[in-house]
């Protein structure tokens, strides 16, 4: 263990922890030594699968965006990593809660107890050309994080896959087995820096073991992929049969809007579409030296991703 480096009794705090980097930040926590993790999420299926794959764990069945019990597990700890976001949905009153309104908390929660080590995990977004409920959002969190004077390292990540993956890379696996095509809108040449959650896990606990202790960090996937190839490597990792079928952009876009008619929080909106296609380039600065961690190189991740004994096979919900 390095130097400045948390025991492996201390007590890490996970708030909105039930998600993709949430999951994958208790299983590489638990590799590297750390065995006192309490996470905190609302959703309650998720919160109890987590519970069945990693019992030795605390969870804790709590809305973060309101006052209440859950606040007494900050007491003690030595660590904070803020995952609590609501990245999907048409309701914006659902992105201010989660976004803004469970940060404030936290961040008094992180005073109140003087909580040594705190991990603030923003997106690449803020820096979007995009304009939607999760960027602005997303935008206004980061800006409170830094207004509150608590010194703590800010991570922007691009786009993630990886285990557990129910949002991006792994829905569109599982749709890919469920359809006779998979549509890709326009001509799918939209260029993204995917991110493994793996590599990102890693980054963040380099911060919590130490190593950096603040800044602004953009964690950028190293590789550029258009979309269209991101696609073709899941067929290849899954060893899919499904064919790949161009489809008119505005007609896609006209299909999710009237699937989101009927799906209060669908997989994919237009905003995403949108943001899709909006043609960010994200800084991309060598993450790997500064937080002194190894990149996965982006086929390798997606083999990973699909074919762990493990985890592959978990699915969380939406």
């Not at 922890?17 to 905190?40: D, H, P, Q, S």
């Not at 804790?60 to 660590?79: K, M, N, T």
């Not at 409920?133 to 010194?151: A, C, M, N, P, W």
């Not at 569109?172 to 469920?178: A, K, P, V």
Request: glycine share 8%; hydrophobic share 40%; charged share 25%.
């Amino acid at each position: 263990m390095q130097q400045n480096a948390l025991p492996p009794d201390t007590k890490i705090v996970l708030p909105g922890g039930a998600g993709l980097v949430g999951y994958n930040l208790v299983a590489r926590l638990k590799e590297v030594g750390y065995r006192n993790l309490v996470v905190i999420d609302k959703h309650p299926t998720n919160v109890g699968l987590l519970q069945r794959i990693q019992p030795d764990i605390t969870t804790v069945l709590a809305d973060v965006s309101q006052p209440g019990d859950w606040e007494r597990h900050f007491e003690d700890a030595g660590a904070v990593v803020m995952l609590q976001a609501q990245i999907g949905g048409n309701d914006y009153g659902d992105f201010v809660r989660n976004n803004v309104d469970s940060t404030r908390l936290i961040l008094d929660l992180v005073r109140r107890y003087g909580i040594e080590r705190l991990v603030h995990i923003s997106s690449s977004v803020v820096e979007s050309v995009a304009d939607d409920f999760y960027t602005r959002t997303k935008k206004d969190q980061e800006r409170l994080v830094i207004e509150s004077g608590i010194r703590c390292p800010i991570l922007r990540p691009t786009l993630m896959f990886g285990w557990f993956d129910r949002k991006h890379l792994g829905w569109l696996s599982r749709f890919m087995e469920r359809v006779p095509f998979f549509p890709i809108p326009g001509h799918g040449r939209y260029m993204r820096q995917p991110l493994y959650a793996g590599d990102f896990c890693n980054v963040i606990i380099s911060c919590i073991q130490g190593r950096v202790r603040d800044g602004v960090y953009n964690i950028s996937g190293h590789e550029k992929v258009d979309y269209i190839d991101i696609i073709l490597e899941i067929k290849r990792a899954t060893r899919s049969r499904t064919p790949i079928v161009r489809i008119p952009y505005t007609a896609f876009f006209v299909a999710l809007w009237v699937w989101g008619l009927f799906d209060k929080n669908p997989p994919f909106t237009t905003h995403q579409l949108a943001a899709l296609s909006a043609k960010d380039q994200f800084e991309v600065v060598d993450w790997p030296g500064i937080f002194g961690v190894k990149r996965t190189n982006f086929r390798d991740a997606v083999k990973e991703t699909f074919n762990d004994s493990r985890y592959s096979s978990v699915v969380l919900e939406f």
